[in-house]
């Protein structure tokens, strides 16, 4: 079973940038492709971004496309979102997930573990 455990997050002013990183225990990360989500208050999860096990194949919602980077490290099983010209608008609890079949990465309900989330607060 694993387990990701999400930092990076923070306070920043608009346009500004924040690195996003979440660690999995266990020795079969590879295995796993993943994904970031957020949700703000109020508002549902919604999807940001995937990769797929070796990296090679990556996905962003339209929001977030051109301003987030997605990428992984699997000897340190890490997976990374750095994300640039940060808006208000991207304000939320942030949070990876791993998906063993690695299909439909663009929904929440095909993820098998998730972390526990990472609040990200861009002021304007």
């Known amino acids: 079973q694993a387990q990701l455990v999400e930092s990076g997050g923070g306070l920043v002013q608009a346009g500004g940038s924040l690195r996003l990183s979440c660690t999995a225990s266990?020795?079969?990360?590879?295995?796993?492709?993943m994904g970031w989500f957020r949700q703000a208050p109020g508002k549902e999860r919604e999807f940001v971004a995937a990769?797929?096990?070796?990296?090679?194949?990556?996905d962003y919602s339209d929001s977030v496309k051109g301003r987030f980077t997605i990428s992984r490290d699997n000897a340190g099983r890490t997976v990374y979102l750095q994300m640039n010209s940060l808006k208000p608008e991207d304000t939320a609890v942030y949070s990876c997930?791993?998906?063993?079949?690695?299909?439909?990465?663009?929904?929440?309900?095909?993820?098998?573990?998730w972390g526990q989330g990472t609040q990200v607060t861009v002021s304007s």
């Open positions: 997930a791993a998906d063993f079949l690695g299909t439909k990465l663009r929904s929440s309900d095909e993820y098998d573990y």
């Open positions: 266990g020795r079969t990360f590879s295995r796993y492709a």
């Open positions: 990769i797929s096990r070796n990296g090679a194949n990556t």
